[in-house]
């Protein structure tokens, strides 16, 4: 019996939007490990080792971003903004966190002139510069300038790490009524509950070692919040995917999809995180590093 054309072509097409569709559990589970530890050990390490892993990621997420925005006429605005990110951490490196994010924000400009692309598209593009460029540069500043900057930053990738897998887990088991089913239909209370309450408890487990003297309940409060933020990051994202039409960013992390999808709850959480610190150092609350 002779295949069905139609049939076929939808498949291909099903596959080239799903490019993990098919993987295993085992696999997302190595691949998840396997990042893991390497950001591990580079936010311990810090310096040049965590900067590099930062500017790699960004780069990635500058290709991701330019991709879903502008098809195949990505070029360009890659360029643009992967240049713009790679000198801006760079400068963040170095200590000059303002002119960093000076560039970031300038790198948003010439996007805004691309002629050959919709007026939509433009601001899309450079709306990726706020998106992910400035959170990337306050994950280093965290690290670097914040007292127990090391502790906090391993502390921030674990109650998001947490959250993402409170997240997934109950509402996998649990299911019920949708967070926004616009957004992203896969998202559910209760799962909203599962990441709040797991990162909770990775607050609480981080207490002893990051914030001594810090009251446990003011740490689990944290990090429900931070897991909120997190499922928000994500929910956000979902959403942008859906605008798009694309189910990953890419196919860089097996099993995961894209950087960006992967980051995407980091993105919020560093962004309130390093929010709620600079204003604890405004307010002489906490000192910075050094």
Same mark, same amino acid.
């Given at each position: 019996?002779?295949?069905?054309?139609?049939?076929?072509?939808?498949?291909?097409?099903?596959?080239?939007?799903?490019?993990?569709?098919?993987?295993?559990?085992?696999?997302?589970?190595?691949?998840?490990?396997?990042?893991?530890?390497?950001?591990?050990?580079?936010?311990?390490?810090?310096?040049?080792?965590?900067?590099?892993?930062?500017?790699?990621?960004?780069?990635?997420?500058?290709?991701?971003?330019?991709?879903?925005?502008?098809?195949?006429?990505?070029?360009?605005?890659?360029?643009?903004?992967?240049?713009?990110?790679?000198?801006?951490?760079?400068?963040?490196?170095?200590?000059?966190?303002?002119?960093?994010?000076?560039?970031?924000?300038?790198?948003?400009?010439?996007?805004?002139?691309?002629?050959?692309?919709?007026?939509?598209?433009?601001?899309?593009?450079?709306?990726?510069?706020?998106?992910?460029?400035?959170?990337?540069?306050?994950?280093?500043?965290?690290?670097?300038?914040?007292?127990?900057?090391?502790?906090?930053?391993?502390?921030? *990738?674990?109650?998001?790490?947490?959250?993402?897998?409170?997240?997934?887990?109950?509402?996998?088991?649990?299911?019920?009524?949708?967070?926004?089913?616009?957004?992203?239909?896969?998202?559910?209370?209760?799962?909203?509950?599962?990441?709040?309450?797991?990162?909770?408890?990775?607050?609480?487990?981080?207490?002893?070692?990051?914030?001594?003297?810090?009251?446990?309940?003011?740490?689990?409060?944290?990090?429900?919040?931070?897991?909120?933020?997190?499922?928000?990051?994500?929910?956000?994202?979902?959403? *942008?995917?859906?605008?798009?039409?694309?189910?990953?960013?890419?196919?860089?992390?097996?099993?995961?999809?894209?950087?960006?999808?992967?980051?995407?709850?980091?993105?919020?959480?560093?962004?309130?995180?390093?929010?709620?610190?600079?204003?604890?150092?405004?307010?002489?609350?906490?000192?910075?590093?050094?």
């Amino acid at each position: 019996m002779a295949s069905d054309p139609d049939q076929s072509h939808s498949q291909s097409l099903s596959a080239r939007l799903n490019p993990h569709q098919n993987d295993s559990f085992g696999l997302r589970l190595a691949s998840g490990a396997i990042l893991g530890s390497v950001t591990l050990l580079a936010v311990y390490f810090g310096g040049a080792i965590y900067s590099a892993l930062v500017a790699f990621m960004v780069v990635i997420m500058c290709f991701e971003w330019a991709r879903m925005i502008f098809g195949a006429g990505h070029g360009a605005p890659f360029s643009l903004l992967a240049f713009s990110g790679a000198v801006a951490i760079a400068l963040a490196s170095a200590g000059e966190y303002g002119i960093g994010y000076l560039v970031c924000i300038l790198a948003g400009v010439p996007i805004l002139t691309f002629r050959q692309f919709s007026r939509s598209q433009r601001l899309w593009g450079a709306l990726g510069v706020i998106y992910f460029l400035v959170p990337s540069i306050a994950l280093l500043w965290i690290r670097a300038e914040v007292e127990n900057g090391r502790g906090i930053s391993l502390m921030l *990738f674990a109650i998001v790490w947490a959250a993402d897998s409170g997240a997934y887990g109950l509402g996998r088991l649990v299911g019920g009524p949708r967070l926004s089913p616009v957004l992203s239909p896969a998202k559910t209370w209760s799962g909203a509950i599962g990441g709040a309450a797991l990162g909770a408890l990775a607050g609480v487990i981080a207490a002893p070692v990051v914030f001594p003297d810090a009251a446990l309940p003011a740490m689990g409060l944290m990090g429900a919040s931070l897991g909120l933020a997190s499922i928000l990051g994500d929910m956000c994202e979902s959403g *942008f995917k859906r605008y798009f039409g694309v189910k990953d960013m890419s196919g860089f992390i097996p099993g995961h999809g894209g950087v960006l999808d992967r980051l995407d709850g980091m993105i919020f959480a560093t962004t309130a995180m390093a929010a709620v610190l600079y204003g604890q150092i405004l307010l002489g609350l906490i000192t910075p590093s050094g």
